[in-house]
């Protein structure tokens, strides 16, 4: 089956119990990329605070690593069980567990263990696929319950998992004196999609963690924990530097530029002039300094942002490397490179080779590397801190 054309949105949105400094949840996710594979674990540690947290991080690595390894749903389960250690309380190693293994053709599984159970929404529209319940047979473990599913996943489909501290939010109070409970998390999410189809991940997330711990009048009870998958149309972004190796490959790149179906960024005066020409157009120059460091932006019709070329794509690797989730980005020409960045999903790079002789000269600092160079630092750490689909090729 061919490759599905969607791009997989994944976020998770965390508050901790009220009195804790770290979540007794976790969840990790991970893109196996030779497989094509995404894989994400939500784990819901006994009890709260460290100790919670250390039995969700060993439950969550174990689940992702054998999930990557095919292992079979028992066995992953029997495994995670089996190595947890004891409680000195309660004598009893508890851990739940959610795994979500996408395929790359979209084949869907999902393998729970005494989480809450998945909602899945095709639109805003729930989707109910065939559980199956797995009864373990081994003495240590004889009658747990593990239950799987599987799905084929299409555009605007949406998968969300959340601890008990979602579904059980408002326990006590008057609006919900047994808990949210599913049915009425269900229809708060429908509802949530009705409002707003394009929902992003990280919005519905995050507007579910919020109506839970409103629903303990703001004073969680419990870790409280929502991660949501959706799978949408990919946001593109290009970004093109530097001229051909051979003058007759302009006219290719301005076509291939031209056609690209996504946001367009050019670096460097000498590319945007071949584009400019190539298109019979204008630049227009700004002499706006947003950025001391360097030179004003440029505008072309067709074209969302002209900036200089190897100094800004250098600025832009090193804010990439610093950035967190607490960054602020500022108004200079790479960190508008990096706004647009964040915002997309797959990001593709056209790196003209021919040499700048500028760049040669070792009057120059140090740091004002070959532009290739840049380009290849910047798509490893789009790849691995940021997860990106990222695609280099040269002209």
């Not at 979602?166 to 008057?174: A, N």
């Not at 990280?202 to 009048?217: E, F, G, P, Y």
Request: contains cysteine; aromatic residues 8%; hydrophobic residues 35%.
């Amino acid at each position: 089956m061919n490759q599905p054309q969607f791009h997989i949105e994944i976020n998770c949105q965390q508050k901790f119990q009220e009195g804790e400094r770290i979540c007794g949840d976790v969840f990790l996710s991970q893109r196996v990329s030779e497989e094509g594979r995404t894989i994400m674990v939500l784990s819901d540690g006994m009890g709260h605070g460290v100790k919670a947290n250390m039995l969700a991080t060993l439950t969550a690595t174990m689940a992702i690593n054998f999930t990557k390894e095919h292992k079979d749903v028992e066995k992953i389960a029997e495994i995670i069980m089996n190595t947890l250690p004891i409680c000195s309380e309660r004598q009893m190693s508890y851990s739940t567990f959610t795994v979500v293994d996408i395929q790359e053709d979209g084949e869907t599984r999902i393998l729970e263990y005494d989480n809450p159970h998945a909602l899945i929404f095709r639109g805003k529209q729930q989707l109910e696929p065939e559980w199956n319940c797995i009864l373990m047979t081994t003495e240590k473990n004889l009658g747990k319950e593990i239950l799987t599913c599987s799905f084929h996943a299409r555009k605007e489909d949406r998968i969300v998992i959340c601890s008990d501290g979602v579904i059980q939010s408002g326990l006590g109070f008057t609006a919900y004196p047994f808990g949210w409970g599913r049915d009425k998390l269900n229809d708060h999410i429908r509802d949530l999609i009705a409002r707003d189809p394009d929902i992003s991940a990280r919005r519905l997330s995050t507007r579910i963690v919020n109506s839970a711990v409103q629903n303990d009048k703001y004073h969680s009870q419990d870790d409280t924990s929502c991660a949501t998958i959706y799978f949408r149309e990919p946001r593109k972004l290009l970004i093109c530097s530097g001229p051909p190796y051979e003058q007759e490959k302009d006219k290719e790149l301005a076509s291939r530029v031209s056609n690209f179906p996504g946001r367009k960024v050019l670096c460097g005066a000498t590319t945007a002039d071949i584009i400019a020409r190539e298109w019979n157009k204008k630049i227009v120059d700004s002499f706006e300094f947003t950025d001391p460091d360097l030179p004003p932006v440029a505008f072309l019709e067709g074209v969302d942002l002209i900036t200089e070329g190897i100094l800004t794509l250098g600025k832009v690797s090193v804010l990439l490397d610093q950035y967190t989730e607490n960054s602020k980005v500022g108004k200079g020409p790479a960190d508008e490179i990096i706004k647009m960045i964040l915002q997309s999903d797959e990001v593709y790079f056209i790196i003209g080779t021919r040499i700048n002789i500028a760049h040669q000269d070792p009057s120059l600092p140090v740091e004002l590397e070959i532009r290739r160079t840049v380009v290849k630092r910047i798509a490893r750490t789009l790849e691995k801190k940021f997860l990106l689909e990222v695609k280099v090729s040269y002209i």
